[in-house]
């Protein structure tokens, strides 16, 4: 009873709904622009994941103690400058498809907006 009310009471508490109707769907105009850059993100974090997953085990695998003397610790300067600027590549394509997809969501005018004589919509 008392792990029932301590994992029921939080969520009651908070209003947390089992069907949320936030998030990029939902028939707003910037929904298919977002969705995509959603699952963007959501499959290089998966492809990203699972390479690290794979590094990890294969380290575990490789590398595992065959005695108790202490090996060697290499230098390795390149690798070290490898795992460093990869992730930075991987955040900066991610940054450049985000400003993309925004600057597409933000040039789509609603349907019904008011413009200025120029085209522009009218800023309230």
Same mark, same amino acid.
């Given at each position: 009873?008392?792990?029932?009310?301590?994992?029921?009471?939080?969520?009651?508490?908070?209003?947390?709904?089992?069907?949320?109707?936030?998030?990029?769907? +939902?028939?707003?105009?910037? +929904?298919?622009?977002?969705?995509?850059?959603?699952?963007?993100?959501?499959?290089?974090?998966?492809?990203?994941?699972?390479?690290?997953?794979?590094?990890?085990?294969?380290?575990?695998?490789?590398?595992?103690?065959?005695?108790?003397?202490?090996?060697?610790?290499?230098?390795?300067?390149?690798?070290?400058?490898?795992?460093?600027?990869?992730?930075?590549?991987?955040? +900066?394509?991610?940054?450049?498809?985000?400003?993309?997809?925004?600057?597409? *969501?933000?040039?789509?005018?609603?349907?019904?907006?008011?413009?200025?004589?120029?085209?522009?919509? *009218?800023?309230?």
């Amino acid at each position: 009873m008392g792990v029932g009310l301590a994992i029921a009471a939080p969520l009651a508490l908070t209003g947390c709904n089992a069907y949320p109707s936030y998030g990029p769907v +939902g028939g707003h105009h910037t +929904g298919p622009g977002d969705l995509q850059a959603l699952l963007g993100h959501d499959d290089t974090g998966i492809i990203v994941g699972g390479l690290v997953g794979l590094l990890i085990l294969w380290t575990i695998i490789r590398y595992r103690r065959r005695s108790e003397t202490c090996p060697a610790v290499p230098r390795e300067r390149p690798v070290e400058i490898l795992y460093t600027v990869i992730p930075v590549i991987i955040v +900066g394509i991610l940054f450049a498809f985000t400003v993309l997809t925004e600057n597409n *969501v933000d040039a789509i005018q609603p349907v019904n907006a008011t413009l200025t004589s120029s085209g522009q919509p *009218v800023s309230t």
